[in-house]
């Protein structure tokens, strides 16, 4: 292939698409080959979800038109500090910081805006192979990258094949963008041999764990955004807590824990259970059913803890950089532009 994408995230389908873009506007015959771990795409995401809309309105500027699953432009934004399991100050809107302002944004499933990329991505000619996990990279001679190879597929638990055995496919491309996300393990690799953090501050990272709530329809309110701190996370565990009203009677709530915590017996699930208790998301929660839940690492380190995103024969881009806009909360307007950029 010409590019090869690690990743069908945010990051790795707006790359395939603005590549394919400048590809068809120059009539250049060119190939993507984006290669996804989930079984879908879309299966691996995971995100509380208010985008900032920018880098999707440079991508397709009319997205409205193409049918992209932005449905609940947010309405009102809510601070609060907790203070004890009963008690919370709400912060008046003239002292939240200006990043914090969501108005203009839009909540949304970021499972469901990465099917749609892929769709767009495919029309555009781009050949995406769910189900196959990268496994290794590939180096040429001179130590540059070649490409990837995916894992084998129906290996026993004692490394014997099973029935629907399939051996590993090696990819080769000129150029092969890491989309893994945060801490992809092959991204942990280029970082080592490239050297790429050198210059750049230590990452730090986080635990985001994510719940979807069926809630009872009076007490939804669609487009209402919700962002707070304080207990459960005291004695040096810090963090914040996010809830934010999507549509169809749901609500996305979780807590984010920064993983530089001291006391060993701190539970980020554990803690998460107490906080749903709290006056401030119980009103909405109570009579609810909880119809999903998953966690997955977030790096908040932002811009000073940025590598290098280059190197031979590939480039690192989205989580896999860290280019989460801490300030904001906010990783896939940033995320979708780096791949853009890479393109």
Avoid at 251 to 263: Q, R
Wanted: proline fraction near 4%; include cysteine; aromatic fraction near 10%.
């Amino acid at each position: 292939f010409d590019v090869v994408i690690v990743g069908a995230g945010p990051a790795g389908l707006s790359a395939a698409c603005r590549f394919m873009q400048m590809a068809n506007e120059q009539e250049q015959e060119l190939t993507v080959c984006v290669v996804e771990k989930g079984s879908e795409v879309g299966a691996h995401i995971l995100s509380g979800a208010v985008i900032e809309s920018r880098a999707l309105d440079e991508l397709f500027p009319n997205w409205k038109e193409l049918g992209a699953p932005l449905n609940t432009p947010v309405t009102d934004d809510e601070l609060y500090l907790l203070k004890n399991n009963e008690k919370a100050t709400k912060l008046p809107n003239a002292f939240i910081p200006k990043t914090m302002h969501n108005h203009g944004n839009y909540i949304v499933s970021l499972a469901n805006l990465t099917r749609w990329l892929g769709e767009q991505a495919e029309q555009l000619g781009v050949e995406i192979f769910p189900g196959f996990a990268a496994s290794e990279v590939l180096f040429n001679e001179d130590g540059s990258v070649k490409g990837i190879a995916t894992g084998d597929m129906g290996v026993a638990g004692d490394g014997s094949e099973k029935d629907g055995y399939m051996p590993g496919m090696e990819l080769h491309a000129k150029y092969t963008l890491f989309a893994e996300g945060c801490r992809g393990h092959l991204g942990k690799q280029l970082y080592q041999k490239f050297d790429l953090d050198k210059n750049a501050d230590a990452q730090h990272y986080g635990i985001g764990i994510k719940e979807l709530w069926d809630i009872d329809p009076s007490k939804h309110k669609p487009g209402l955004v919700v962002h707070g701190s304080g207990w459960p996370l005291e004695g040096g565990t810090s963090g914040g807590f996010f809830m934010y009203h999507a549509e169809n009677n749901q609500a996305f709530v979780g807590l984010i824990v920064d993983l530089n915590y001291a006391n060993p017996y701190v539970s980020p699930f554990d803690e998460f259970q107490r906080l749903k208790h709290h006056p401030v998301l119980k009103q909405y929660l109570e009579g609810g059913k909880r119809v999903s839940y998953g966690a997955r690492a977030i790096a908040k380190g932002g811009f000073n803890a940025l590598p290098e995103m280059t190197f031979a024969g590939g480039l690192l881009i989205g989580c896999n950089a860290g280019t989460l806009n801490f300030a904001k909360i906010k990783g896939t307007h940033t995320a979708m532009k780096s791949g853009m950029l890479a393109a």
